[in-house]
């Protein structure tokens, strides 16, 4: 029984590069969520998907920054000319459903490196 | 967060003691989730207490709710060096994301 899957677990890139994260959920589960991680700023929330849809993007940096979700066992969040402030371990979890109440398993999360 | 925090960065407990981890909110919420993260890994669910419970226990851990004082504790009883972690809490509402606190970073000694 696999958890949620994130690939690469590790990522250099260099500024103005382009930065493709990849987040395989828990099979059966119809929500996929991405957050961000950093010393100063813990925990962000940046989006997530119910059924594959986009639900709440409030999170994403209106710039740069973009989810998709084109089919129920893999999401992307692409950064587009990456930026040294975006270096984070990007986080993706998923849940059975979306709404209130519900476990979000996470992955171990890619660690981004912009140089 | 502003909507949840941890009230202490870090604790040091030695291994056997019992420790308290404490968290206030600023939004109404639907439940609250006690998480752990060990290094290198995601965060891993604890325990979740709903809005209409005081208390809920899982194994050593038992999480209290206060949704009048919008408080929350997690307690840890017989610690032993694995539980070695950052101890969050999300607040749970009805927009089906979660707001996770700061973190408090638990270390338990040998």
């Known amino acids: 029984n696999a958890g949620v899957i994130q690939t690469p677990r590790h990522k250099v890139t260099g500024k103005g590069q382009e930065a493709t994260l990849w987040c395989e959920p828990i099979s059966g589960h119809s929500a996929v969520f991405w957050y961000r991680q950093t010393i100063v700023q813990g925990l962000e929330f940046l989006t997530y998907?119910?059924?594959?849809?986009?639900?709440?993007d409030s999170g994403m940096p209106k710039e740069r920054f973009s989810a998709q979700m084109p089919n129920q066992s893999h999401s992307t969040l692409k950064i587009q000319s990456t930026q040294p402030q975006d270096s984070a371990v990007y986080l993706c979890a998923s849940s059975l459903e979306a709404g209130a109440g519900n476990t979000l398993y996470f992955g171990e999360g890619s660690r981004l490196i912009v140089v | 967060s502003q909507l949840a925090e941890e009230n202490l960065w870090a604790l040091s407990v030695h291994e056997g003691e019992s420790v308290t981890v404490n968290c206030s909110y600023k939004?109404?919420?639907?439940?609250l989730q006690w998480y752990r993260q060990k290094s290198g890994e995601g965060p891993a669910q604890l325990i979740l207490?709903?809005?209409?419970?005081r208390e809920k226990r899982n194994g050593r851990l038992r999480a209290t709710l206060d949704t009048s004082s919008q408080s929350s504790s997690l307690s840890i009883t017989a610690t032993r060096c694995e539980d070695t972690a950052v101890y969050f809490c999300?607040?749970?509402?009805?927009?089906?994301?979660?707001?996770f606190g700061d973190g408090t970073v638990l270390t338990v000694k040998p």
């Open positions: 939004t109404s919420i639907t439940a």
């Open positions: 998907f119910r059924n594959q849809a986009p639900i709440d």
């Open positions: 999300a607040t749970d509402t009805n927009t089906g994301k979660l707001t």
């Open positions: 207490i709903r809005s209409n419970e």
